[in-house]
């Protein structure tokens, strides 16, 4: 009976890129009632500026000629105090990176001595802890077919909250960008997350949707408020003791306009849609996942970097 009820999603974040609407990671966890601890690693590639095609042009470049890599080391655990309530923390380690081909610097005049100076750099890192994520899922109803070949399904919702205990590098004349690309955005944020599953048979559908509330930090910065909305399938297949979980969706996100200083940052928000494709394996205590997501729709304000690709892989252990 136990199998026809295998899967929960994990909601786990990867908000500190900086074009990146994503609230969070939802994986697949077969596990689902056991406490674990886990690793994961996110990879994200970007390309262009804010500038627009025109500009580019102007000076002979084009959006290749600009790059940025945002890459996220997560440790994450799972708790469940009583049986119908599961607790999720996370807690990432940011190493952003991002700059311009050689044809950009001259075109811009950057020349190896000005690299040295900060309002002059043509390459930037921003690197350290990031934000913690804390997130609560109540099971709403649980209903499961008495024929194990048959339909059974789960709701689950709850509350989460960013805390700021990221790194903020920033002042006063910090931009209004450049807090996107920060390990940390130094405000207190409010999540709210629903997770609905199917299952028959050996294949089921997966339904979240995700949304964080956007508060001020003390530079005036306010991140827009963002919402996922997500559907996956997936299979099972069985080898003695392990388990394989093909799966492939669609992911919809969506982020409102960032607010600096009372004003609407004009080039930030806006939607993307992802193709997802991924699998997660599990031998006894161990577990490894695997997915690439790939945008297939995009529509931003203003001139943003363009989103190339996603990767994320991971490593878990359940303790009991």
Same mark, same amino acid.
């Given at each position: =009976?136990? /199998?026809?009820?295998? +899967? =929960?999603?994990? !909601?786990?974040?990867?908000? %500190?890129? &900086?074009?990146?609407?994503?609230?969070? *990671?939802?994986? +697949? @966890?077969?596990?689902? $009632?056991?406490?674990?601890?886990?690793?994961? *690693?996110?990879?994200?590639?970007?390309?262009?500026?804010? =500038?627009?095609? &025109?500009?580019?042009?102007?000076?002979? +470049?084009? $959006?290749?000629?600009?790059?940025? #890599?945002? #890459?996220?080391?997560?440790?994450?655990?799972?708790?469940?105090p009583v049986q119908k309530l599961q607790l999720i923390a996370s807690l990432p380690y940011v190493y952003n990176h991002d700059g311009m081909s050689n044809r950009a610097k001259a075109a811009l005049g950057i020349t190896h001595h000005d690299m040295?100076?900060?309002?002059?750099?043509?390459?930037?890192?921003?690197?350290?802890?990031?934000d913690l994520t804390l997130l609560a899922s109540y099971q709403v109803f649980n209903i499961v077919s008495t024929d194990s070949a048959g339909f059974s399904h789960r709701l689950l919702a709850g509350p989460g909250l960013r805390v700021p205990t990221g790194k903020l590098s920033a002042n006063e004349m910090t931009e209004a960008h450049e807090f996107t690309h920060q390990p940390g955005m130094g405000s207190w944020n409010p999540m709210a997350g629903l997770t609905y599953l199917t299952r028959y048979k050996k294949v089921g559908t997966m339904l979240n949707a995700n949304y964080l509330i956007g508060t001020r930090n003390k530079y005036s910065f306010v991140p827009g408020n963002k919402l996922n909305?997500? !559907?996956? &399938?997936?299979?099972?297949?069985?080898?003695?003791?392990?388990? +394989?979980?093909?799966? &492939?969706?669609?992911?919809?996100?969506?982020?409102? @306009?960032?607010?600096?200083? /009372?004003?609407?940052?004009?080039?930030?928000?806006?939607?993307?849609?992802?193709?997802?494709?991924?699998?997660?394996? *599990?031998?006894?205590?161990?577990?490894?996942?695997?997915? %690439?997501? !790939?945008? %297939?729709?995009? /529509?931003?304000?203003?001139?943003?970097?363009?989103?190339? =690709?996603?990767?994320?892989?991971?490593?878990?252990?359940?303790?009991?």
């Open positions: =009976m136990k /199998k026809t009820l295998l +899967l =929960m999603v994990l !909601l786990l974040p990867s908000f %500190v890129f &900086a074009c990146d609407f994503c609230n969070c *990671y939802l994986g +697949l @966890n077969p596990q689902y $009632k056991k406490n674990s601890i886990g690793f994961r *690693y996110h990879f994200q590639s970007y390309s262009g500026t804010e =500038m627009s095609p &025109a500009e580019l042009s102007e000076m002979g +470049l084009g $959006k290749k000629d600009f790059f940025e #890599n945002r #890459n996220e080391y997560e440790l994450h655990a799972q708790y469940y040295h100076h900060e309002d002059m750099k043509a390459e930037n890192v921003y690197e350290g802890i990031g909305v997500n !559907l996956t &399938a997936y299979y099972e297949l069985n080898w003695k003791r392990s388990q +394989l979980y093909p799966s &492939a969706g669609i992911y919809w996100e969506y982020a409102a @306009n960032d607010i600096f200083k /009372k004003e609407k940052v004009s080039n930030s928000g806006g939607s993307m849609t992802y193709l997802h494709v991924g699998a997660n394996w *599990y031998y006894r205590k161990f577990a490894l996942e695997a997915a %690439v997501q !790939l945008p %297939v729709q995009t /529509k931003v304000n203003g001139y943003q970097a363009e989103n190339n =690709m996603r990767l994320i892989t991971g490593v878990s252990f359940t303790l009991n």
